[in-house]
């Protein structure tokens, strides 16, 4: 399926943030009332996340078998999570849900499968509900088994225990990767991001490449914000780069205290999942 717009249209490096606060706010990871929090967080992600723990979570979660719901089942549960590495926010995920979606509902009204995304595109993190520690679930990812760009999140004080460290092939640039293989074939920290990704192919929703490619990397700060793991990206992963980016500003610039009421949206979003994520879903 083909989402029929060329994204040099649609990428608008100007987007205001929804509450007035000014962007440059965003993304403190370095001071801040939630930063102790924030920082443990990133040192046992940073510490655990190694290519046995990623492998071993692939296999772990790859068939989708843990349960069925359908997604606004699933949108529920998420009631109950807080981001515990989001420097920006303090409250359920489920708000920030439709504060996404509504922000590119309204950028984007000829697009619902772009509303769909902004809705759906954290739901990975139930598995934060399911029993998995928050480090294996929430926070950016990054590429295991090669080095670590300084792009990555307080990458020069949390990998210092990490096993991987001690090994120098996955200390070297391209690591355990052929140049320029393509991001599909790199293995990422494990967490929700990849488990959506799976849950969408599992189940075949019927979106365009582009939102699955916006639900895979959509954490992956180090390359659509940093610029760095360009010589692990194929053509395909550049010509998706500025849909990540378009996303990427809604998913964080639309946070702020001002909670939308998930009542009054249901409606609406129930049609868009009546149409490309229908019934229960394996998860």
């Known amino acids: 399926m083909q989402c029929g717009c060329d994204p040099s ?153 990490n096993p991987d460290m001690k090994n120098p092939i996955y200390n070297s640039t391209y690591g355990i990767y052929p140049p ?11 967490g929700h991001d990849e488990y959506m990704y799976k849950v969408m192919k599992q189940n075949n929703f019927a979106l365009p490449r582009e939102a699955f490619y916006m639900i895979r990397f959509h954490s992956f700060y180090p390359w659509h914000t940093g610029g760095d793991y360009m010589h692990l990206c194929n053509g395909e992963d550049l010509r998706m780069l500025p849909w990540v980016k378009e996303f990427n500003k809604f998913d964080l610039y639309t946070k702020c205290e001002d909670l939308p009421d998930p009542q009054e949206l249901k409606d609406y979003y129930q049609s868009l999942i009546d149409k490309y994520c229908p019934g229960k879903l394996q998860w």
């Open 180 to 190: 320029n293989c393509g991001l599909e074939n790199v293995l990422m920290s494990w």
């Open 9 to 161: 249209e649609i990428y608008r490096p100007d987007i205001d943030s929804q509450n007035g606060k000014p962007k440059e706010d965003f993304r403190n990871f370095k001071e801040g009332p939630l930063m102790d929090r924030v920082f443990n967080t990133y040192l046992l992600m940073h510490t655990h996340q190694t290519v046995e723990f990623v492998k071993k979570k692939n296999e772990e979660y790859g068939g989708c078998s843990l349960r069925r719901m359908t997604v606004m089942e699933t949108l529920d549960l998420l009631d109950t999570v807080v981001d515990e590495s989001d420097p920006d926010v303090d409250f359920p995920n489920s708000y920030h849900a439709y504060q996404t979606a509504e922000g590119i509902r309204k950028a984007h009204p000829d697009k619902d499968w772009f509303h769909l995304v902004g809705l759906i595109h954290d739901m990975g993190k139930i598995l934060a509900v399911l029993g998995e520690p928050q480090w294996a679930v929430v926070g950016d990812t990054f590429p295991v088994g090669c080095k670590v760009q300084d792009s990555v999140v307080l990458w020069d004080s949390t990998f210092h225990d």
